[in-house]
């Protein structure tokens, strides 16, 4: 069983930033390696649906983020250490969400959907005052 562990959540004030991380665990157990799994991070707001954040291929030369964050996250991974990161610049307070990570190991390329991805992280939060 893959195991997704986040971290690096916290409150932070508009307009800073934030690097969340997500370690994959027990990869090779299910019979792959975390540079064969395609990767996304998806975010759910207090009454609202989850939604895509961004995604990033096996060795991360296709990479897609969600309209509302382009230009200001950046995904990436770092295979040798199995571990996937999304840095947040400019922050808002709509950016407020437990984010989660999420792994595909079927694809190479990462999917927008949610149907897509086998295995989640438990979440961490990120909460932007304003």
């Known amino acids: 069983q893959v195991r997704l562990v986040e971290s690096g959540g916290r409150l932070v004030q508009a307009g800073e930033s934030l690097n969340v991380s997500c370690a994959a665990f027990g990869a090779t157990a299910h019979g792959n390696t975390f540079r064969s799994f395609a990767m996304a991070w998806f975010r759910q707001a207090p009454g609202k649906e989850r939604q895509f954040v961004a995604a990033?291929?096996?060795?991360?030369?296709?990479?897609s983020y969600a309209d509302s964050v382009l230009g200001r996250f950046a995904i990436s991974r770092d295979n040798d250490k199995s571990t996937l990161y999304l840095q947040m610049n400019s922050l808002k307070p709509d950016d407020s969400a437990v984010y989660y990570c999420?792994?595909?190991?079927?694809?190479?390329?990462?999917?927008?959907?949610?149907?897509?991805?086998?295995?989640w992280g438990q979440g961490t939060q990120v909460t932007v005052s304003s």
């Open positions: 999420a792994a595909d190991p079927n694809s190479e390329i990462g999917s927008r959907k949610e149907v897509a991805y086998d295995f």
């Open positions: 990033i291929s096996w060795l991360g030369g296709a990479i």
